[in-house]
């Protein structure tokens, strides 16, 4: 009888990558939550907000994984600009 090769790991159920994104998701609406005055006027604040709420809630699970990367690169970039002044 031939050997059986070792399945591939098993995939996330999408329970699991849900709560994932979610938890990512928080994790960026926190580190939008530290952001000063100065830095809540800027045009990127309200649109790294909107990602993460409007479009994130919108999109499909495996959109939503670029919704969250777009959004933390507009928390970077936030960052940035405000460690600047």
């Not at 530290?34 to 309200?46: D, K, V």
């Amino acid at each position: 009888m031939p050997t059986r090769q070792p399945s591939a790991p098993t995939r996330k159920n999408f329970r699991q990558r849900y709560d994932e994104l979610e938890a990512r998701r928080a994790e960026l609406m926190a580190r939008l939550g530290t952001f000063g005055a100065e830095a809540r006027r800027h045009p990127a604040y309200n649109r790294a907000l909107k990602l993460l709420n409007d479009v994130f809630r919108r999109g499909r699970l495996a959109q939503r994984v670029a919704v969250l990367e777009a959004a933390a690169w507009l928390i970077d970039l936030l960052e940035k600009l405000s460690s600047m002044t």
